[in-house]
């Protein structure tokens, strides 16, 4: 039986921030908790007011429950020697939903591509472990129609499941939307769908 993947691990704050030092240039690095590129945008072009004297911001970020959506950006430093080392580290921890940036005041010397790619993954790095980083799982929603005598029946079985009700509406009939842990989704919706004069159908994205 194929056992289905339903956590994921992410932020919910920014992450303190991290200072990684190399021949005069710093490199200060943050993470932030972000849910869509309009989220990402903003984020960045604050650090840019915050750090307006840094020559470089490169960042890379990573979205999705299923971490399929992701970004680098070297930011004028040389080719895949910022951005991919940043990811690089959003892959090592296993996270999603977050944005690293590290902001780079040049000291005068050159690092190098080897140097770069060091400076810039380790400041990634701080800036994750600057974090705290937890566990989310990863739910489906349903919409459940019935009338009014079936609400013991639904009630019981939101009880029994432990299932979370994220909203309701009672008028001339009941629909409740239910939240439900993606690998229990299709027993549950089998439970519902074989109930008498209980109808349950899953919410689109």
């Known amino acids: 039986?194929?056992?289905?993947?339903?956590?994921?691990?992410?932020?919910?704050?920014?992450?303190?921030?991290?200072?990684?030092?190399?021949?005069?240039?710093?490199?200060?690095?943050y993470a932030f908790p972000v849910s869509n590129e309009v989220e990402i945008?903003?984020?960045?072009?604050?650090?840019?007011?915050q750090h307006y004297n840094a020559r470089h911001w490169c960042y890379a970020w990573q979205l999705g429950e299923n971490y399929n959506h992701y970004r680098a950006n070297d930011d004028g430093e040389p080719?895949?020697?910022?951005?991919?080392?940043?990811?690089?580290?959003?892959?090592?921890?296993?996270?999603?939903?977050?944005?690293?940036?590290v902001a780079r005041y040049f000291g005068g010397t050159k690092l190098g591509v080897g140097g770069l790619i060091k400076a810039y993954k380790t400041g990634a790095k701080l800036a994750l472990e600057n974090s705290v980083i937890i566990e989310?799982?990863?739910?489906?929603?349903?919409?459940?129609?019935?009338e009014y005598p079936e609400m013991n029946t639904v009630m019981r079985i939101i009880k029994d499941e432990n299932i979370s009700i994220i909203n309701q509406k009672m008028e001339l009939n009941c629909q409740f939307i239910i939240s439900i842990r993606k690998k229990d989704a299709k027993n549950i919706f089998q439970i519902f769908d074989n109930a008498?004069?209980?109808?349950?159908?899953?919410?689109?994205?």
């Open 1 to 29: 039986m194929e056992k289905i993947t339903d956590i994921y691990k992410t932020i919910t704050q920014p992450s303190k921030e991290g200072l990684f030092k190399d021949r005069g240039s710093k490199f200060y690095g």
């Open 41 to 49: 945008k903003e984020k960045i072009e604050l650090l840019k007011k």
């Open 79 to 101: 080719s895949n020697s910022a951005g991919m080392p940043i990811y690089g580290q959003l892959q090592s921890f296993n996270v999603t939903n977050i944005l690293v940036v």
């Open 136 to 146: 989310k799982t990863i739910n489906e929603e349903f919409l459940i129609r019935f």
């Open 196 to 205: 008498y004069k209980i109808s349950i159908k899953i919410l689109e994205e």
